[in-house]
Structures are given as structure tokens and as C-alpha cells.
């Protein structure tokens, strides 16, 4: 299986690290526009594009990590479905509701494998008390609390805190419970950043 990786930030390097390492997988090529990333090419014996529309058109690799910035996630990965290329979308999937939709929509016509890298819901601890909640060991579950606390990743400027990090705990949530929410209640602030918000309250019925 060819694989390439658009995005070669800090998510971007571990998925073109572990194509690298993955038996039976070829790592063909990274994209990115920084010329810095070619660092990242080098280091795993790729080639490097600056963009991703020629690294798709000359590699025609059968799976892409699309790790850009959120803002670009629905441009990038529409245009590597409609290539007819699998696609593995760092996570959130998209910055809008209608732009997520629109890509699983888009996917399915296309008959490409379109997955979010949650990665959280593959860590083992989380897997194995899936099972215990499943077996039923851990009795009726009535209520699951999920806190983080400290910075804002310095990295991240193009999404608010629920966006790039409150996904984890709700998508952990669902997975562990089977279910996804019937109502939701929140409030979100700005304490340290003035275009977004970095702090946020949030209830799940």
C-alpha cells in the first residue's frame, strides 16, 4: 500500500513516522509549504512536494493523512476524495457541521474509506474499559466527567478549545457508552486568547 501525508506538523510527522514503520506499507511521498518539511521527506527516504494536488496527481498513493490546519481540512480532503483516494483526516474532521457532512456524503459516492484519527478511542486503557462497561463490571454507569486543564496548545490557531481538544473526551464518551448525546448544555469563554475561545463548561445528557 502506497501512503502519503499532507501536513508535516506536529501531528503530520508521527502518521509519516508510523507509515514508515508499518510493514506492507511504502511511505511515497509528504506534502507541505514549507520548505522545511523536506526534513520530514528525507529522514524516511520520500519524496517532498510543497503541494498537494501534484503529490496526489504523480504518486496516486491508496491512502493520504491529511494533517493541515483545521481551517483547510474540508478544501484538502474534498479534493482527495474526489481523487478517489482513502483518506485518514486528523481530527476534528472538518470546522463546520456542514462542511463534515458534506465530506462522509461525499466519501460514501466516491466508495472511499474516510476515517478521523480520534486517537484516543485505539488508546488501550480506553479500550479496556470499553470491555469492562460492556461486561457490565463496572455496574450502571450513571455519569462520566472528563477534565483538562492548562495552556492552549501554542500550535493550534485556527480552532477553539472545544473544536481541537473537547472532541477527545466526547468522542471517548460516545465510544465507551455506545450512544451520542440526546441534549447538550455549554458555555465557552475567552480567558488568554481574544479570537477564540480557550476555555469551556460543557453537559452532555
Same mark, same amino acid.
Given at each position: ?33 514549507? #520548505? ?50 482513502? +483518506?485518514?483526516?486528523? $481530527? ?15 466519501? !460514501?459516492?466516491? $466508495?472511499? !474509506? +474516510?476515517?478521523?484519527?480520534? @486517537? ?6 480506553? #479500550?479496556?474499559?470499553? !470491555?469492562?462497561? &460492556?461486561?457490565? $463490571? ?5 455519569? @462520566? ?5 492548562? +495552556? ?12 481541537? @481538544? ?23 469563554? $475567552? ?6 475561545? &480557550?476555555?469551556?463548561?460543557?453537559? +452532555? !445528557?
Amino acid at each position: 500500500m502506497k501512503a502519503a501525508v499532507i501536513g508535516t506538523g506536529s501531528m503530520g510527522r508521527n502518521h509519516a513516522r508510523l507509515y514508515a514503520d508499518i510493514e506492507g506499507v511504502e511511505l511515497v511521498a509528504v506534502a507541505d509549504v514549507s #520548505q522545511d518539511a523536506k526534513g520530514v521527506a528525507d529522514k524516511y527516504g520520500c519524496r517532498f512536494y510543497t503541494g498537494h494536488k501534484e503529490m496526489i496527481e504523480t504518486e496516486k498513493p491508496d491512502i493520504v493523512s491529511v494533517c493541515v490546519p483545521t481551517s483547510l481540512h474540508y478544501e484538502v480532503s474534498k479534493f482527495v476524495i474526489e481523487k478517489g483516494v482513502n +483518506l485518514l483526516i486528523e $481530527k476534528p474532521i472538518a470546522s463546520r457541521v456542514e462542511e463534515a457532512e458534506e465530506l462522509v456524503e461525499l466519501a !460514501k459516492k466516491a $466508495k472511499v !474509506k +474516510l476515517a478521523v484519527g480520534h @486517537i484516543e478511542r485505539f488508546n488501550p486503557a480506553v #479500550q479496556r474499559l470499553k !470491555k469492562l462497561i &460492556d461486561e457490565g $463490571k463496572l455496574g450502571n454507569v450513571t455519569s @462520566i466527567l472528563a477534565r483538562r486543564v492548562g +495552556l492552549y496548545p501554542p500550535r493550534i490557531r485556527d480552532a477553539n478549545v472545544i473544536i481541537d @481538544i473537547a472532541v477527545h473526551d466526547i468522542d471517548v464518551f460516545n465510544y465507551l457508552l455506545g450512544k451520542e448525546p440526546s441534549k447538550v448544555f455549554s458555555c465557552a469563554g $475567552k480567558a488568554l486568547i481574544n479570537d477564540r475561545e &480557550d476555555y469551556a463548561d460543557i453537559f +452532555l !445528557k
